[in-house]
């Protein structure tokens, strides 16, 4: 006998919401996505900074990570650096500096740093050239590996490769596992939702039960 669900619920028709609110929604409805700060600099060294809701996980071995940006109908600072310099940083946001963040998306010129612009600081590990940002408590040096066009919405896919994590120890478990919580990262949902991490619990790794 076919189960139907015992909450109400109705089709939404979002093809029919207007341009801003299918915007709204679509990025919205799929959750919760990580919140990062893109550092780079171009080949002038005038630095970029940029909040994207689009990295993800590609593999632990090699170390690969999934970066969307948008289509460049309009000038993409930071996909034009990648391209040139072939690094770039992923920042964690936290609590203390969304607001700064969320102000990167503003469309400031070229000649224009969103380091000076929100007043986050740069800084610089070693001699790896990219901006990371001081504020940030999880910061990542990543090496471009290739760049993907995805010709059904002209979007980027830029595949890059953890190079560096830089972190306090204290944020490690014994079994290595990064405490997102304790190092206040934050996450988003759609374009302009901040929302703190909470963890539930951490589960064992799944196996089929013996019989």
Known sequence: MEKKCNVAKKSIQFQ???????????????GIKPCSLIGTINSTKKTNLS???????????????????????????TLENIRD??????????SDIYQKAHQTSARYSADTSEFEATGLTEMYHEDFIAPFVSESNIQLAMNFVR??????????????????????EDYLGEDKYANLE???????SGLETYHS???????????????
């Not at 304790?182 to 988003?188: E, G």
């Not at 991490?197 to 019989?211: D, F, G, H, W």
């Open 16 to 30: 029919l919401f207007s341009q801003r609110q299918r915007i709204n929604f679509i990025n919205s409805i799929l």
């Open 51 to 77: 909040i994207v809701n689009s990295t993800f996980h590609l593999g632990a071995n090699p170390s690969l990570v999934g970066l969307i940006i948008r289509p460049d109908i309009s000038p993409r600072h």
């Open 85 to 94: 310099i072939k690094k770039f940083t992923i920042n964690h946001v936290n």
């Open 147 to 168: 760049e993907i066009s995805i010709t059904e919405n002209a979007t980027h896919l830029i595949i890059a490769e953890i190079e560096s994590v830089y972190m306090k």
């Open 182 to 188: 304790k190092a206040d990262t934050i996450c988003t």
């Open 197 to 211: 991490i909470s963890l539930l619990q951490r589960l064992p790794y799944a196996k089929v039960p013996s019989s």
